[in-house]
């Protein structure tokens, strides 16, 4: 699915990432733990495409083509998808007619034909149900006056209506409450296939006992420091990531 | 609606200004120049009755008097008025029946999307189609006559219901009101003239589309419309002209009559030439708009000015019965260097009278966009009640956005909203929207679509898909 080789990337001429290699397949869970400011979301944001970050050294490849290569919008269309950690507001853009704009933009660079208005609502039903979000907020402006809570499920409700190939989800847990979680989680395993992966950015362990990740990596200084099964998590939580700093060769 | 997105980005695709082209039509252009003698020939070649000759003179003394006042936020070069043709008309006499229409201004109407036919029946549309200084054609006017509905053009008007002419011309906008108005009154050349009768509601949009052809003339045109008591009408109007490289100068006069009980819901899509993209060339559109309410009725005005080099234009209401209603929604847009000074003035006199102000402008590349709106409140205009909402949109760090709003009130039983926000389209925004598969042209288009909603719903059907597709080609290239 997604195959990161040496990636170096800088902001302001400040290297943040130093050398990323991660392999994602098909079906798979990976997790992405770390410090603050140990550059999950910037590698996340190189990803995608934000155009701030400069890629120095490294490749990229998703579902065999170059990712670098391609600009945010066509990635999102080839099936890369970002649930943002600070989701922005549109304001007078309704969710439901952003989310139809996405849809067509994709569709019409697979060269399908636009989404029907009855399929789209059928659509719109089915998945706001999944990650019970408010049928108010989907005619609300985009993320406009959402609780942090409810931008946070916005942001799934989105994927679930893009159906990516891969999703990093920042942070998506962070802000949500008890149920929140759940209902989160439980979406995302629900979309989860053979045919799609997930990456999720987290600072706890409680999302993982949802959402169970098949690999936990741990990213420290702009590098991916140690690898290992769920159980790292675990003893991440434990003992801090000073146990890591001190293992780390740096 | 069966126009989808797709139609319009087809539409849209290398689209810069679409209506720039010339129609190679022959023309009777007068000298250029302008004195008293001007004046009289324009007259004469209108076969005008003296009332009307008289009130031409009596305008063009006064203009003599002014000097043209610079208050607005807009800069351009002194204007020559010795170096403009003040009358321009296609050659063909006046066309009887729709065959008889030369040929190239069919292919122009065309061109434009106007249409004269039936087809136009079924949108339920009439037009009246001004070609430089002369209305060409009028459609739908049997259908109309049916029920005492007059819309014709200003110079049939003048010929046969001179008493309505008479009586109303120059009720709004005296002559002597500003610099462009007394200049329109001694030479406008042609324009739009509309009755309802009493009790009628006029069952089709009323349309007018102004347009500037010949090089080096001025468009002078003037409006006159008279709701008749407890009467409606929707009336449109738009324009283009051909893409030059000189300044064209358009000074029109809109007046408008809501008698008693009456409603006028007034739209404009304004798409004169802006110029080119570096500043060269250009429609100086110096506009006088004004409506009169009488008791409880209301007077709507809705615009969407995207087009021309420099813009000044208050579309304005004297609410002068009690219990009437004025509005103004506004979405000005400006590009590269284009300057826009647009917004209302709504004049309350009587009691009980209620005003909206909507204002929505967007700033793009170097332009310049400012709002400039009075609402007065006068000592007998008690529980008067005004809303403004002034909004500013900036796509880029050269342009300028300024609001400039007086409010004066004489009597305190008056209640004032006025709210006003400044924002800019952020880089997060457009990559939000990236993000998900949205390109920065359309996440630009969703968010100014999104800005405008309130003043576009405002717009009948037809016009409102026509200013969504105007804003899209005005701010195409405008963020990157
Ligand atoms: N736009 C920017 N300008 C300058 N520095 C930046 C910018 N964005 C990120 N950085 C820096 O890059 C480093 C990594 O930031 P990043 O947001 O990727 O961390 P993170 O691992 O996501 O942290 P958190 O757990 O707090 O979300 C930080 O030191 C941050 O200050
Ligand atoms: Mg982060």
């Known amino acids: 699915m997604i195959k990161i080789k040496n990636l170096h990337a800088n902001i302001d001429g400040k290297e943040i990432l130093k050398g990323i290699n991660l392999e994602v397949k098909a079906g798979e869970v990976h997790a992405i733990m770390g410090p603050n400011g140990s550059g999950k979301s910037t590698l996340s944001s190189v990803l995608a495409g934000r155009e701030e970050f400069e890629v120095t050294e490294g490749s990229v490849e998703f579902d065999g083509k170059d990712l670098l290569d391609l600009a945010p919008e066509d990635r999102a269309r080839e099936g890369l998808f970002l649930a943002f950690q600070y989701p922005i507001e549109i304001p007078g853009v309704s969710n439901i007619n952003f989310l139809k704009t996405a849809i067509n933009e994709k569709r019409a660079y697979l060269n399908q034909e636009p989404v029907s208005a009855k399929e789209f609502l059928g659509m719109v039903k089915e998945k706001s149900a999944l990650v019970e979000l408010d049928a108010k907020l989907a005619n609300r402006s985009v993320n406009e006056g959402f609780s942090g809570g409810e931008k946070k499920r916005n942001e799934i409700f989105q994927m679930a209506m893009l159906t990516p190939k891969l999703a990093i989800l920042d942070e998506t847990d962070s802000g949500l409450d008890i149920d929140a979680l759940r209902i989160v989680a439980n979406g995302v395993n629900k979309l989860k296939s053979p045919n799609n992966a997930t990456i999720v950015i987290t600072h706890y362990q409680r999302l993982l006992d949802y959402i169970i990740p098949d690999f936990v990596h741990v990213l420290y200084d702009g590098k991916i420091v140690k690898s290992g099964s769920k159980d790292l998590a675990l003893e991440l939580e434990e003992k801090g990531y000073d146990w890591i700093k001190n293992e780390s060769p740096l | ?480």
């Open chain 2, 1 to 480: 609606m069966a126009y989808s997105e797709d139609d319009l980005k087809k539409e849209l695709k290398d689209q810069e200004y679409k209506y720039g082209f010339t129609s190679n039509i022959e023309s009777e252009v007068i000298p250029k120049g302008l004195n008293e003698d001007v004046v009289r020939l324009i007259s004469s070649k209108k076969n005008e009755p003296q009332w009307l000759l008289d009130f031409r003179l009596k305008a063009f003394a006064h203009w003599k008097t002014m000097v043209e006042k610079r208050w607005a936020h807009v800069s351009y070069p002194e204007i020559d008025f010795q170096n403009i043709s003040y009358y321009s008309s296609p050659k063909a006499k006046k066309e009887v029946s729709w065959d008889e229409v030369d040929p190239e201004m069919k292919a122009t109407m065309d061109k434009l999307g106007i249409s004269m036919d039936e087809q136009k029946a079924l949108s339920g549309v009439a037009v009246d189609f001004v070609f430089d200084s002369v209305s060409v054609k009028t459609s739908f006017q049997d259908k109309l006559q049916e029920l005492g509905v007059i819309f014709c053009s200003f110079s049939e008007a003048v010929k046969n219901h001179p008493e309505l002419v008479k009586k109303y011309l120059g009720t709004v906008v005296p002559p002597t009101d500003n610099f462009y108005a007394a200049l329109n009154s001694a030479v406008f050349s042609d324009g739009s003239f509309c009755y309802i009768p009493k009790g009628v509601r006029c069952p089709m949009e009323l349309s007018t589309y102004f347009r500037i052809n010949e090089a080096n003339t001025g468009q002078f045109e003037r409006t006159l419309l008279i709701a008749d008591e407890g009467s409606y009408v929707s009336y449109l109007e738009g324009c283009t002209a051909p893409s030059r490289d000189e300044n064209q100068l358009h000074a029109a006069v809109v007046e408008l009559i809501s008698l008693d009980g009456a409603e006028i819901k007034y739209s404009t899509v304004q798409n004169w030439y802006p110029g080119d993209k570096d500043g060269k060339g250009g429609i100086y559109n110096f506009v006088t708009k004004r409506g009169i309410c009488h008791n409880h009725s209301k007077i709507s005005w809705t615009q969407v000015e995207t087009g021309s080099a420099v813009t000044w234009k208050y579309p304005s209401c004297i609410l002068k019965g009690d219990n009437s209603i004025g509005e103004f929604y506004s979405v000005a847009v400006t590009n590269h260097y284009q300057q826009a000074d647009t917004g209302t003035k709504m004049i309350h006199l009587g009691k009980n009278t209620k005003s909206t102000i909507i204002s929505k402008g967007i700033s793009a590349g170097f332009s310049n966009n400012s709002y400039r709106g009075l609402v007065q409140i006068h000592k007998n205009a008690t529980n008067a009640r005004n809303f403004t909402q002034c909004d500013s949109l900036l796509m880029s760090d050269q342009c300028g956005a300024h609001t400039f709003p007086y409010i004066e009130v004489k009597n305190s039983t008056a209640k004032i909203e006025h709210e006003a926000t400044t924002s800019k389209i952020g880089e997060d925004q457009l990559f939000y929207c990236n993000q998900r598969g949205i390109s920065t042209e359309k996440a630009i288009n969703l968010i100014v679509n999104g800005y405008c909603k309130d003043v576009l719903n405002k717009l009948p059907m037809e016009f409102a898909v026509e200013a969504q597709k105007l804003l899209e080609i005005s701010l195409e290239g405008s963020v990157g």
